[in-house]
């Protein structure tokens, strides 16, 4: 039986515990409350956050996965409460559980300024069977915290065992909603064939398991401060201190040496679920037509697997769960030819085999999913990376398709999956491979609008805008199972939230689920007071697209990265006609501004020869050079920029009744 | 404990999931309500109830025995929510014997949900107990549009009233709605309608059944009434015939004072003050000198125990009945009526007496005075009968009890005195015996609950601004501030506050917020400091222009349909703002909005501008009155609100000199 971290190889020095077989202790079970520090019951203001409205003195969990088929959770958690805030937010208990889980044990107490201590009584510990179905049953314990308000301590402990439980996954999660003073793991590891294993996350290095007494390791951090959400940050399993743990039956090998044997394995699969027969090779030959470079020839096959092949993994299939149930597996390449219908892990192996037909070396990709955490192959266990993905070699370069993902074009991968680590799957030697990231021009939102301008202000006209990319793909996914009556609702909620008295009408929703055409958005809006008079002028905000958009970045401090998903691009072209009578009062645009090799700002504003109608265009791309991902501390130039862009998008010009168009350039 | 969650969803799914019949016929009555062709709606309508019926049977045991049938007919995709049955019932007063449902498609395929596929759940999980819960079955993911979802149950109950209700729709149109009484032989019902003309029972013996059909769909309009107001709902007395054995098992009532007397039942014995209850009060009111200054140390107390319910027995009626005060105190948590009657002790200790009100939370429109029933109540307050010493806007008299001070110890952003704005107005009763009435309760003006911001800005030549705003807040603005302020870390609250600051000056850096909460006095103060370099935008480098309303809109109503189908409803408040910009120097005002004044019978607003010693002073000052517009008035209200707006958004010019 082993304990080990799987860098432990890696770095010295190593940690690789031999755990003698002891005892099980079940902790706290028998366990008084333990005494209270004087200082803790006098502590008027918070240790680790100044502001928190509670503060966790001390959690700790035991794990005691020891005993074949039981596994054993002790909680013992004390908390000082500091505001009615703190109050609200544990004033009540509740500990949720499956049937085939017992909880035991339950108490809590609350021990005053004063030092009194009221407990809670048993009678006031409620167990409800919260949803029952099919002898399934979430069941909790919850009771209500006696006499709590600003100043107590309350603590509470229970035991949680799970029957037939153990041998399997932990997360052990040490930073929580509200700081915490200390928290502290008690690991026992299963004393079977497979040895325990443990991966940190964002834990500083000086926090590491030591052995503990009776067959346990304890692992503690201390003042760790309270999770909170930011705008446009990374995942939470990328920016909070975890430890995973899971069982692995060779620990001591090498990340290295377990990629490469689980490469070779899948590679294995690989060959055969992509087997070339004269089904597909006739198929090949006959979808690649008289395409004549390598690129042509993949974008075809592709095109055919998104278009051609019905995807049952599709939610917007018009299958129903029922009907997708009874889609018999395709056991082969030629099958699924056939057939014309299948999963999306069917779709890219018959591309592959397909490629693999017209002379392409085709690979099995694994790759990381970057919304959850940012892959790095350090990290030894299958569960963090998918077989998602087909490589293929065209010349020296591995270039990645996505076939069995209808809406991802050819180039790209989902955004997900851009930018990540692959391990493309080898019989002798598996190998790393980076992902690229698609530059901004891939991801495109063109927005063009024909507009004309009354005199009390009122703006109406028809707009058209196209996405492409990533903005398709999530626009895609995100409209393709709603009716029309709701693509229609969803688009008017977006244009009403930042223009609310806009009237939008004639919607058009183009391309939803269309592969590979662009999405599109068709209106007829009508804007009463979109532009401003006064006695003698009207100013006008051209950038029509981001009348009512509030700036991106608003809050002083910032504690996590910041995270753009992918590089992006807009065109904007917007023509207003203006009102009889008045013209443009000397008008300037924006002067452009760029931040090097990351991002590109221009804005123009011209006239039509007849004086009549005002041209607007802007450009602008942000995430070039795979930069997306920056640090606390470029929060303030990033804001800066961005409140540069909404300053500029919210240029204001000026018409002048009667006045002389001046300086504008003729369009 | 993520990884439990997770696996739960997963169980869930993986459980609910079962290979389902298919090929079964669907009942006849589904079969038949299926045929039916209802008329084209508008195409935002989501799905057509085709039949919806109550059958209920009472035994001479008094036992209610209910059938429900319902089908409804899934017009788009976001019908298929509507593709679930849901009946609830108490644990230990009634059960679901039996629910069954039917998902027909458009080929005729009918799809069976049985016993393998009901959901047994708590009606609401987050309490600690529930004895309310609910057996469902979820079609909604087998569902789309173009099919018809039905389901029948079967439930049982022993009720604690010889009344009952029904809704005839939802906001979906409706084909049929039927409800029947039957009712052992000699017992007789009388109804009432509300929101509908009234609707005459169907007498057959001693069954009576109530119908409409072919009502239209409720079109969800912003500031509405909300639906109960709208949808024709039905209250039923039932009771056997005078002297019969079987009166004495039935609780029926005539008028208000009946309910009053079984709710004083209900509450006094509760009210019974031990030591430690004497010694709190007098702890707390020591200091005080006044009336109120006792109330309200009392009440403070009162509202800030944390809010918990935990109601054992509700089948038996004690979810009406308070827990004892001595209980509630000594744990120092309860629900409203434990709060209330905790309060009411207390103050009895030092002979100020006080009656329970029960009142509806949430719509001050929903009770109704022709209907005496306990069951139109969801919530406890207070009322304290008060000397003329004590002057509040929330005093009634009552003709025998005289002045009352009316008071929710459980609503703790709204101190003694004001009264929290959705339970203005409405009708409560008093809760005192045979002195017990209806009353309504008090409304406070719109300028008690008044939002004054004072802004003083520094103006740069460049159109860099520097702003001091003190936000005062008195009445249910006042609440408001408090609820945020209350619902939020100080790190959350001062982020919000960044926001709000950024929406109306791009770029602004925030130096200061600080918040002053007077619970006592009813007051909210914040005070905020701000630079933001961009807000004026300069012209052709001679002129600078901006929005002296800094921050955009007083009211965020929005009118812009062309059609309105039902009254509008509009909230008391008042809100005055004005802005002192001192003007750069070398620059002058071009250019300014002309003043405005907007005057109609729910409100006033005004707008104005002047310039003196060198700063330009805008104020705008909105009153609007608790009121409920007919539909053939929406232009008013629509012009009003767009005139507000253009006052909101009119630039000033300045230029240099």
Redesign the interface.
């Known amino acids: 039986m082993k304990f080990s971290h799987p860098l432990a190889t890696l770095v010295a020095p190593v940690l690789l515990l031999i755990l003698l077989a002891a005892p099980s202790v079940l902790a706290f079970k028998d366990e008084e409350w333990r005494p209270i520090d004087p200082a803790h019951l006098a502590l008027k203001t918070p240790v680790v956050e100044k502001d928190a409205d509670a503060e966790v003195i001390f959690w700790e969990v035991r794990i005691d996965d020891g005993e074949r088929g039981e596994l054993e959770e002790s909680h013992y958690v004390r908390v000082k409460i500091f505001t009615e805030r703190g109050k609200e937010l544990y004033s009540k208990i509740e500990i949720p559980f499956f049937n085939f889980t017992k909880i035991k044990d339950l108490a809590a107490r609350t021990i005053k300024a004063d030092g009194a201590i009221i407990e809670l009584k048993k009678e006031d510990i409620f167990e409800q069977t919260k949803v029952q179905i099919s002898g399934l049953k979430l069941k909790h314990k919850s009771f209500a915290v006696p006499g709590i308000e600003p100043g107590v301590i309350i603590e509470y402990r229970w035991r949680e065992v799970v029957d037939g439980g153990g041998g399997g996954r932990f997360q052990l999660n040490f930073q929580r909603e509200i700081p915490v003073q200390n928290v502290t793991y008690y690991v026992k590891p299963f004393s079977g064939i497979y040895g325990m294993r443990y991966m940190p996350f964002q834990v500083p290095d000086s926090v590491r398991f030591t052995k503990d007494k009776d067959g346990f390791h304890k692992i503690s951090m201390s003042n760790v401060p309270a999770f909170r959400e930011e705008p446009r940050m990374p995942p939470r399993n990328q920016v909070r201190p975890w430890i995973l743990i899971y069982y692995s039956s060779n620990v001591s090998q090498s990340p290295a040496s377990y990629w490469r044997n689980l490469g070779q394995r899948y590679h294995e699969f690989f060959k055969e679920w992509t087997k070339v027969n004269d089904d597909v090779r006739k198929a090949a030959t006959q979808i690649m037509g008289d395409a004549a470079t390598p690129e042509q020839k993949l974008d075809r096959l592709l095109e055919y697997c998104r278009t051609k092949i019905k995807n049952v993994s599709d939610d917007a299939s018009g299958l129903t769960p029922e009907e997708r149930k009874k889609v018999k597996d395709n056991k082969k390449p030629s099958d699924t030819l056939k057939r014309g219908v299948a999963d999306g892990g069917e779709i890219n192996m018959v591309f592959a085999a397909l490629a693999s037909a017209a002379g392409f070396e085709t690979r099995l990709a694994f790759v990381g999913d970057r919304s959850d955490i940012f892959f790095d192959p350090s990290f030894a266990n299958a569960s963090f990376i998918s077989p998602s993905v087909i490589a293929v070699r065209v010349g020296s370069q591995w270039r990645f398709y996505s076939p069995g993902y209808n809406y991802v074009p050819a180039g790209m991968l989902r955004w997900q999956q851009e930018g990540q680590q692959a391990l493309l799957a080898d019989e002798t030697e598996p190998a790393w491979v980076k992902t690229p990231i698609s530059a901004p021009q891939l991801s495109l939102e063109k927005r063009t609008a024909k507009l004309r301008l009354d005199e009390d202000g009122t703006l109406e006209g028809d707009v058209r805008i196209e996405y492409t990319g990533q903005f398709a793909i999530e626009r895609k996914e995100y409209n393709d199972d709603e009716s029309p009556a709701e693509r229609e609702e969803i688009l008017r909620k977006i244009v009403k939230n930042r223009m609310d008295t806009a009237e939008v009408t004639n919607i058009r929703v183009e391309n939803v689920q269309d592969p590979a055409k662009p999405f599109v958005y068709e209106y007829h809006i009508r804007i009463p007071g979109y532009a401003q008079r006064t006695g003698k002028r009207v100013f006008l905000q051209p950038a029509f697209f981001h009348r009512g958009i509030p700036a991106l970045f608003t809050q002083s401090q910032r504690q996590h990265s910041i995270y753009f998903h992918y590089p992006w691009s807009e065109e904007d072209e917007v023509t207003i006609e203006l009102p009889a009578g008045y013209s443009l009062d000397s008008p300037d645009a924006p002067a452009p501004f760029r931040s090097e090799k990351v991002s590109d700002y221009k804005a123009t504003i011209g006239i039509s020869k007849d004086q009549r109608t005002l041209v607007y265009k802007r450009s602008f791309y942000f995430g070039d050079n795979e930069a997306i991902l920056f640090p606390p501390n470029m929060y303030q130039p990033l804001r800066n920029y961005f409140d540069r862009v909404y300053k500029a998008d919210n240029h204001t010009i000026t018409l002048k009744q009667g006045a002389a168009t001046a300086q504008a350039p003729a369009k | 404990?993520?990884?439990?969650?997770l696996l739960?969803c997963f169980?869930?799914i993986a459980?609910?999931?079962?290979?389902?019949a298919?090929g079964d016929d669907a009942p006849d009555w589904l079969q038949q309500a299926a045929a039916a062709k209802p008329p084209a709606y508008d195409?935002?309508v989501p799905a057509v109830v085709l039949h919806q019926e109550q059958v209920v049977k009472l035994d001479s045991d008094g036992r209610l025995t209910t059938t429900t049938t319902y089908a409804v007919r899934i017009l788009?995709?976001?019908g298929r929510a509507y593709a679930e049955a849901v009946e609830t019932y108490l644990t230990n007063a009634g059960k679901v014997k039996e629910i069954r449902a039917w998902l027909i498609r458009p080929n005729g395929e009918v799809?069976k949900y049985g016993k393998?596929?009901?959901?047994?759940?708590?009606c609401n999980?987050l309490d600690?107990?529930?004895e309310c819960r609910a057996k469902l079955i979820d079609a909604t993911?087998?569902a789309?549009?173009g099919m018809i979802f039905g389901y029948q149950s079967s439930s049982e109950e022993q009720p604690l009233f010889s009344q009952e209700r029904w809704v005839f729709q939802s906001r979906l149109p409706t084909l049929v709605s039927r409800y029947t009484l039957s009712l052992p032989s000699n017992w007789q019902a009388s109804s009432i309608t509300f929101n509908h003309p009234n609707v005459a029972p169907v007498v057959s013996g001693s069954t009576y059944t109530w119908e409409l059909r072919n009502l239209p769909p409720i079109v969800p309009e912003s500031a509405s009434p909300v639906v109960t107001n709208l949808a024709p709902r039905l209250a039923v007395k039932y009771s056997p015939a005078e002297g019969s054995s079987a009166q004495a098992r039935t609780r029926s009532f005539d008028n208000w004072v009946e309910v009053s007397r079984w709710a004083t039942e209900l509450h006094d014995p509760q009210a019974v003050p031990n030591e430690a209850i004497i010694a709190k009060t007098l702890q707390l009111t020591a200091g005080a000198k006044t009336e109120l200054d006792k109330i309200r140390a009392v009440g403070r107390f009162v509202q800030?125990l944390?809010y918990?319910s935990?109601d054992v027995g509700v089948g038996r009626g004690n979810g009406f009945r308070p827990h004892s005060a001595a209980q509630a105190f000594?744990?120092?948590?309860g629900d409203c009526k434990d709060k209330a009657n905790l309060m009411r002790t207390m103050l009895k200790t030092i002979n100020i007496t006080a009656y329970p009100v029960v009142i509806f939370s949430g719509d001050r429109t929903f009770v109704r005075e022709e209907w005496a029933s306990p069951t139109q109540f969801n919530h406890v307050i207070i009322a304290v009968k008060v000397s003329d010493e004590t002057q509040a806007a929330t005093v009634i008299t009552h003709p025998k009890l005289g002045r009352l001070l009316i008071f929710d110890a459980t609503d703790d952003n709204t101190p003694v005195g004001d009264l929290p704005d959705h339970e203005q107005g409405s009708l409560a009763l008093l809760v005192a015996g045979d002195d017990g009435a209806l009353m309504r309760m008090p409304i406070t003006s719109p300028e008690a609950n008044l939002l004054d911001r004072q802004s003083e800005v520094m103006m740069d030549a460049d159109g860099a601004i520097t702003v001091t705003v003190s936000d005062r807040a008195v009445g249910q603005k006042a609440a408001d501030f408090r609820r945020v302020f209350?619902?939020?870390?100080?790190?959350?609250y001062t982020?919000m506050i960044?926001?709000w600051?950024?929406?109306g000056a791009?770029?602004?850096?925030?130096s200061k917020v600080n918040p002053t909460d007077s619970h006592t006095e009813g007051r909210f103060v914040l005070d905020i400091e701000f630079t933001a370099r961009?807000y004026a935008?300069l012209?052709?480098d001679k002129?600078l222009?901006f929005r002296p309303a800094i921050f955009g809109q007083m009211r965020?109503l929005?009118l812009?349909e062309a059609k309105r189908n039902h009254p509008i409803v509009l909230e008391a408040e008042a809100y005055k703002d004005t802005v002192r910009i001192k003007l750069p120097a070398g620059f002058v005002v071009d250019?300014?909005?002309d003043a405005m004044k907007l005057e109609t019978s729910f409100g006033t607003f005004s707008a104005t501008y002047e310039v003196k010693d060198g700063y330009l002073v805008f104020t705008r000052n909105l009153i609007q009155r608790t009121a409920t517009i007919p539909v053939e008035d929406y232009a008013k209200v629509k012009n009003f609100y767009?005139g507000m707006?253009?006052a909101e958004?009119?630039?000033v010019?300045l230029v240099k000199k």
Not at chain 2, 330 to 333: R, S, T
Not at chain 2, 506 to 510: E, F, I, L, M, T
């Open positions: 404990m993520l990884y439990r969650s739960f169980l869930l459980a609910a999931a079962p290979a389902l298919v195409k935002d788009t995709r976001e799809k393998d596929q009901v959901i047994d759940r708590m999980p600690i107990y529930d993911l087998d789309d549009a800030e944390q918990i935990i000594a744990k120092l948590y209350r619902s939020l870390s100080r790190p959350e982020g960044e926001t600051v950024a929406r791009n770029g602004a850096k925030v961009n935008q012209m052709q002129l222009v965020t929005s812009t250019e300014m909005p767009a707006r253009v958004q009119a630039p010019v």
